[in-house]
């Protein structure tokens, strides 16, 4: 399909071939009629004509586009798809991650875009390196996202309750130290590669302790309010989470660890924890 763009080099083109024909069967020799002169004088000049009009409206063109492609930008660029969501299913998380990938394929066609314009609108370096830095930001987050371990439904069997254990975890894990982000990142590892197909899940749970009004007593009592509890898969190598950053919060408790096979059927299953505790 023949583009409106296509047209400026078509037509030029397409009179300046009549002109070569028109002179060279029609040349003076054999141009008998002044009517048929006169008509062969007004084809090159038709030539010229439109050769300088399709300079200036290629130009106006690619002008035109590159504001566009800067405006379309503008609007990829404030793109997020990382949301609490994806914290929450994996159905989410692919989703998220389905969306991030389509986001790159659109700005790797705006930088091919843009890097076309440049033949007509000059270098473009400052919007192709913020292109650029687009694409590696959101190929960051989509490497972050892909390496969080798999979400699963709370087992049944922390619901009857369960204990944790005081020994030291077979685990490596530091606690976070941001106060500041919505969102932290946790990464544990485990040295002995063969505890990992004797884990039933990873479990994180955050305890707040609150003050609560005693009606009856009219008295302050602290309770322990459990405001975030997810289990997940475990793996091999680094184990990654992204929670909300709830140590930013006061009298705030993170604990992580994992649940064992042998452990599940117990009437209260041990946890192996780590506990970290907001400042």
Known sequence: MIKNIDLTYIIPAFLSLI????VFAY?????????????????PILSVIALISSVFYITFYYQSQYLSDKEKFSLLQKANYFNDSVLLSSKAKNQSLD????????????????????????????????????????????????????????????????????????FTFFC????????IDLKLAFPDTTLVNKIDCIYIEVIEVREVESIDEKKV???????????????????????????????????????????????????????????
């Open 19 to 22: 002109s070569f024909i028109g």
């Open 27 to 43: 040349g003076k020799g054999r141009v008998d009629k002044k009517s048929n002169a006169k008509v062969l004088r007004y084809v």
């Open 99 to 170: 969306s991030l990938r389509i986001l790159n394929e659109e700005l790797y066609k705006l930088l091919a875009s843009i890097k076309k314009q440049e033949k007509i609108t000059g270098d473009n370096s400052n919007i192709k390196e913020k292109i650029k830095e687009k694409i590696i930001q959101t190929n960051q987050v989509i490497g972050e996202i892909g390496t969080y371990n798999e979400l699963i439904d709370e087992p049944k069997y922390l619901s009857k309750g369960y204990s944790y254990s005081h020994n030291n975890p077979k």
């Open 176 to 183: 976070p130290t941001d106060k500041t982000s919505d969102f």
């Open 221 to 279: 009592k602290l309770e322990n309010w459990l405001v975030f509890s997810q289990a997940y898969k475990p793996k091999e190598g680094i184990n990654a989470f992204k929670i909300r950053n709830y140590l930013k919060n006061k009298n705030t408790t993170l604990l992580i660890g994992y649940i064992l096979k042998s452990e599940i059927n117990n009437e209260s299953p041990t946890i192996e924890k780590i506990s970290c505790v907001s400042e």
